[in-house]
């Protein structure tokens, strides 16, 4: 019975892989997860697959795409409203996944891509006279 599953699980993804391109990654995990969901609507038990789990927790975060580990996309960082759309906040996501609290749901690429313009920008730094500084000198 779960071979059924698992046949219509590729279906889908073949179907989906022809619209998008999908890493090898991404075809596998979304595979795993909807024989796992077909087999959980129709009430049978799938064998529990003993090689490895569905996506590492450390995969689902690469350098140029995010994975969702709930729905198997790819974004650049996920969001709160397609958080939302799993009816997950980004703290319940991390939690349920086992995501570090401080991790960022965005793609290494991106985290690099803000730390470089956050140092360009140096906001740390103070650019000319404080405004209580301009203010005593009016006075004074």
Request: aromatic share 4%; net charge positive; glycine share 6%.
């Amino acid at each position: 019975m779960a071979d059924i599953f698992l046949q219509e699980a590729l279906e889908i993804v073949k179907a989906q892989a022809s619209v998008r391109s999908m890493s090898e990654e991404e075809i596998v995990q979304m595979v795993r997860s909807l024989s796992q969901t077909l087999s959980g609507l129709s009430g049978e038990p799938l064998p529990p697959d003993t090689d490895s789990e569905a996506v590492p927790k450390n995969k689902g975060i690469k350098n140029a795409s995010v994975t969702c580990l709930e729905c198997g996309k790819s974004f650049k960082l996920l969001t709160k409203k397609h958080l939302a759309s799993h009816g997950l906040t980004a703290a319940e996501y991390r939690e349920k996944w086992g995501i570090k609290r401080k991790t960022a749901l965005t793609c290494k690429a991106l985290q690099k891509t803000r730390r470089e313009k956050m140092k360009e920008m140096q906001l740390w730094k103070k650019k000319g006279k404080s405004a209580a500084s301009k203010k005593a000198e009016a006075r004074g």
